[in-house]
């Protein structure tokens, strides 16, 4: 579904909200929310990702804003806390943030920091959850195969439920796989699955346990329950420090999935000083609700984005549509 650029244009607010802390090298995030007959939607790709990129994220914005979302099979999803890349001794007070989460995702693999610095953040996850705590780490295919083999074996005693893309080709979750398969832990494909032509490549190559999924890069909620159906793996639903709107999105894939064995990470507004929503998308006893955000006027006001900065966005919508439009065109 295609729909006109003024119209878009027409309802596009762009917001910059404060991070708590910073993640992904960032401390504010930029997004730009839109309204559509089914609601607000929100398309925020990441600023360094080029418009053939983005155009998977407008698509998802279209189809959540503007079409009727599918049938749910739960009404509310159990979230993960996430932790950043910071100091063991912030870990609890991070930690409180996410009220009744069972599972901490952990950021591991910095360039900046080392496998000690790792080690070290993961335990105090686990000291502050205690030994019923789930714990995942995301490398964000910060290591190589023997990096990697080397960090699982020493964050291993932590008692890991996955290791979320520990490395960076499909070729190398391959290998990994095979080297550590008699650990049982699991290995999980995130970029491999939307930052790739082919997001089915990574199941038929064997070379994942399971799936993270994100609505916004795999082009909406439809498009992403397709590509768990077909790779016949177990997903979890993840967030790209979307707004209460985007993860409102998020909520929606995760309560459409028929089947959720994992926790989500669809809990990172407790990550953000700010919020469009005056009732954003908090954790409540580890979960989040499945409903559409609405979004408070005031707050869009408060939190709006200097005027270089929205028309920044608004020129990026454009070019962006553009390029969805002639993608969809050669379909």
């Known amino acids: 579904m295609i729909v006109d650029i003024a119209e878009l244009r027409r309802t596009a ?3 910059a909200l404060p991070l708590l802390t910073r993640f992904r090298g960032i401390e504010v995030r930029e997004a730009l929310l839109l309204r559509g007959p089914e609601g607000w939607t929100e398309f925020s790709p990441f600023v360094e990702y080029d418009d053939e990129e983005a155009a998977a994220w407008l698509a998802a914005a279209i189809d959540f804003g503007w ?10 999803i159990a979230v993960n806390a996430t932790v950043p890349t910071i100091d063991p001794d912030r870990v609890a007070d991070l930690l409180a ?5 069972r599972t901490a995702k952990i950021k591991v693999a910095a360039s900046d920091e080392t496998l000690a610095d790792d080690v070290a953040r993961v335990r105090a996850v686990r000291e502050a959850m205690g030994a019923d705590g789930r714990i995942r780490i995301d490398a964000n295919g910060g290591w190589n195969v023997d990096e990697a083999e080397h960090a699982i074996h020493a964050l291993a005693p932590f008692d890991l439920e996955y290791v979320e893309q520990p490395c960076a080709s499909i070729a190398e979750l391959a290998e990994i796989r095979e080297r550590t398969h008699y650990m049982d832990i699991p290995i999980a494909a995130d970029e491999s699955v939307r930052r790739v032509d082919d997001p089915l490549a990574v199941a038929r190559a064997g070379a994942a346990d399971l799936l993270v999924i994100k ?13 768990v159906a077909e790779a016949g793996l177990p997903a979890v639903v993840s967030s790209a420090l979307d707004t209460s709107v985007g993860l409102s999105m998020g909520a929606f894939l995760a309560g459409a999935l028929p089947t959720l064995d994992f926790d989500c990470g ?3 507004a407790s990550l953000l000083r700010a919020d469009v929503a005056s009732r954003p998308l908090a954790v409540e006893d580890g979960r989040i ?11 869009l006001e408060r939190w709006a984005a200097q005027p270089e900065r929205r028309e920044w966005w608004l020129e990026r919508l454009t070019r962006t549509h553009a390029a969805l439009t ?3 065109a050669g379909e």
């Open 97 to 101: 943030r996410f009220p009744g989460a």
């Open 215 to 227: 609505a916004q890069p795999l082009g909406g909620i439809r498009n992403a329950l397709a590509i």
């Open 266 to 268: 669809l809990g990172t």
């Open 13 to 15: 607010h762009v917001v």
């Open 67 to 76: 079409q009727q979302t599918p049938a749910l099979h739960r009404d509310s």
């Open 326 to 328: 002639e993608a969809s």
């Open 289 to 299: 609700r499945v409903e559409r955000v609405d979004v408070d006027a005031d707050l």
